[in-house]
RNA sequence: GCCCCGUUCGUCUAGCGGCCUAGGACGAUUCCUUCUCAAGGAAUAAAUCGCCGGUUCGAAUCCGGCACGGGGUACCA
């Protein structure tokens, strides 16, 4: 049997980059087994759905280059892949399940749910619905229907048994059937709730390895419930551990800043990279490499090596990571991820910008790193970090001006200059550096102005901004 | 409240009853290199394996209780 694995986002907004991590193991697992990997889009709560989040979703997954195999956008043996567009499906099921009795309609109000919620929670019992609607009479129904009452359908649950379900990350999980609830699986506006939508799916589009948070472990009982009401055979399941805020407080949240896709697009990240570290923080590779691209994930990763505890997100492990992406990246390669990424870098010189690969590539983590490091070979300073000092920077421009133009050349010059005129060489080059670029730290100062040219350089000795400082 | 999951260096983890005086990585610190900052190399510190009991010749590893953390408890997913 082919293996199919799924991602069932509902369009309420960004994408989650939890959501990625969940989509890295559907599409390795696909993968590693020769399988398909589906998206399926759960857009059945028209409260909170959002517009356009759908197409902000392909364009995550083509971002992180996960695109699935089937979805709704382009289509697949199992369509219709949006759950708004198979209503007519879960109406049909719905009312298999309320004719072989395991399910029933509900005629009660919100209003009057709330008060029993309320209620229940003064007398500190568990908030569950009290059946009343499951003694309602097949006359009683057929009237209430008749005069066109809202309703929604409920889940019948069995009394005083045992529900287990083996989870391939975490093992064994047993509930008691008395701790869960009568399940709405059908909404008065015609549409399923998201344990009605994600069975029915699952099984008819063939799903073999539901991997999800570890969020709807709690509902996974009322899922075990629903297949063995239809007879179906329950995907194998796996549910991720959820990875929480960097002080390890609730799960990675808006709030913390890192929790949207964007954000790591936008920092200048590569999606490989973050691909890579995401991988890492719940799995370790077998010969304990910390860097590996995402075929060798894909032949190394076991699913039953996921770790089942919840790990906190590490910014700066994902710099690192990174970093050791760009440092690994061919020149060529680099330049135009950071062109792709930085605008004002398109238009620039291209046999200028490679020649300053090589100094800044290794002192870059994000690709936004590269501006902030290279601007000065594009521009003359407008400002500098603290003001000049006028003998350094004259001991420097007159050894410089009688030169050779090569690094080695201009190193011995000012060397030599420091000497004669008795001052410290670094404290001259620390002068030079801050004239020319404006900035204390950056490339190697003697190599950066190689590639800058001697023009270039001398002339920014000329500018009216430096002879203020001076 | 009730239910479920989890608990090894600051962080991510390795560990599956003796190989553990608990290994690796990020981060930190120091040193080397050096025109700055990085990168790279070397080294150091850092975990009484949440706590308490039990099983065993022997436990981070198995069992029980407790504590703590996370999740769930909707006509949200």
């Given at each position: 049997?082919?293996t199919?694995t ?7 907004g960004f994408p989650?980059?939890?959501?990625i991590?969940q989509?890295?193991?559907d599409?390795?697992y696909?993968?590693?087994t020769?399988?398909k990997?589906?998206?399926r889009?759960?857009d059945t ?6 517009e356009?989040a759908?197409?902000?979703?392909y364009?995550?997954l083509a971002?992180?280059?996960?695109l ?19 209503l007519a499906?879960y109406k049909?099921y719905?009312?298999?399940l309320?004719?072989k009795?395991?399910a029933?309609?509900c ?11 309320k ?7 568990p908030?569950m619905y009290?059946k009343?609607c499951?003694a ?20 019948k ?6 529900i287990a379900?083996?989870?391939i990350?975490?093992?064994?999980i047993?509930f008691d059937?008395?701790v869960?609830d009568?399940q709405v ?6 549409f399923p709730?998201?344990?009605?939508g994600?069975?029915?799916?699952d099984h008819?589009m063939?799903?073999?390895h539901v ?9 996974t009982?009322k899922?075990v419930?629903?297949?063995k009401?239809f ?5 194998v ?5 959820l990875i929480?805020?960097e002080d390890g407080k609730?799960?990675l ?5 890192h929790a ?6 936008k920092a200048g990240?590569?999606?490989?990279a973050v691909?890579?570290y995401?991988?890492?923080?719940v799995?370790?590779?077998?010969e304990?490499k ?20 919840a790990?906190?997100?590490d910014l700066?492990?994902l710099?690192?990571?990174?970093g ?7 020149d ?15 238009q620039?010189d291209?046999?200028?910008?490679m020649k300053?690969m090589?100094l800044v ?7 936004s790193?590269y ?7 594009f521009?003359?300073p407008?400002?500098f970090?603290?003001p000049l ?16 133009w090569?690094?080695e050349?201009?190193e011995?010059?000012?060397?030599a200059a420091?000497?004669?005129?008795k001052?410290?060489?670094r404290d001259?080059f620390?002068?030079?550096?801050l004239?020319?670029?404006g ?8 190599e950066s102005l190689?590639v ?5 350089t001398l ?10 400082l001076?």
């Amino acid at each position: 049997m082919t293996t199919r694995t799924r991602i069932a986002p509902s369009p309420t907004g960004f994408p989650h980059i939890g959501t990625i991590y969940q989509v890295l193991i559907d599409y390795a697992y696909a993968h590693k087994t020769g399988g398909k990997f589906i998206l399926r889009l759960e857009d059945t709560d028209r409260a909170r759905f959002v517009e356009g989040a759908e197409e902000v979703i392909y364009a995550s997954l083509a971002w992180f280059d996960l695109l699935p195999d089937e979805s709704p956008k382009i289509g697949g043996p199992f369509a219709p892949y949006r759950q708004s567009e198979r209503l007519a499906i879960y109406k049909k099921y719905a009312d298999e399940l309320i004719s072989k009795g395991h399910a029933y309609y509900c005629f009660c109000t919100r209003e009057r749910l709330e008060t029993m919620r309320k209620d229940q929670e003064a007398k500190h019992q568990p908030p569950m619905y009290d059946k009343t609607c499951m003694a309602l009479t097949p006359g009683d129904v057929a009237a209430k229907l008749a005069a066109h009452e809202p309703y929604v359908v409920r889940m019948k649950i069995p009394e005083h048994e045992k529900i287990a379900f083996d989870d391939i990350i975490s093992g064994h999980i047993e509930f008691d059937s008395d701790v869960i609830d009568h399940q709405v699986i059908m909404k008065s506006d015609g549409f399923p709730t998201y344990h009605f939508g994600v069975v029915v799916d699952d099984h008819l589009m063939e799903i073999t390895h539901v991997f999800r948070g570890k969020e709807w472990i709690s509902s996974t009982p009322k899922h075990v419930l629903l297949y063995k009401y239809f007879g179906w055979q329950m995907p194998v399941h796996g549910h991720l551990p959820l990875i929480l805020n960097e002080d390890g407080k609730g799960k990675l949240s808006k709030r913390h800043g890192h929790a949207s896709v964007d954000y790591y697009r936008k920092a200048g990240y590569l999606p490989e990279a973050v691909l890579n570290y995401l991988s890492n923080i719940v799995w370790n590779h077998p010969e304990g490499k910390e860097i590996y691209d995402r075929k060798e994930f894909i032949e190394q990763f076991e699913v039953t090596a996921i770790t089942a505890q919840a790990p906190r997100f590490d910014l700066k492990k994902l710099d690192w990571v990174n970093g050791q992406y760009i440092r690994a990246m061919q020149d060529e390669d680099l330049l135009a991820r950071i062109a792709d990424f930085d605008d004002r870098v398109k238009q620039l010189d291209k046999t200028l910008l490679m020649k300053t690969m090589p100094l800044v590539k290794e002192r870059m983590h994000l690709l936004s790193d590269y501006w902030s490091l290279a601007a000065f070979f594009f521009e003359a300073p407008k400002e500098f970090e603290r003001p000049l000092n006028k003998e350094l920077v004259n001991v420097a421009v007159n050894a410089l001006g009688e030169c050779d133009w090569s690094h080695e050349k201009m190193e011995q010059a000012i060397r030599a200059a420091s000497d004669t005129a008795k001052l410290k060489a670094r404290d001259v080059f620390m002068e030079l550096r801050l004239a020319v670029t404006g900035k204390m730290v950056g490339p190697p100062l003697l190599e950066s102005l190689e590639v800058l040219g001697k023009d270039i350089t001398l002339g920014r000795f000329q500018r009216e901004e430096l002879d203020k400082l001076l």
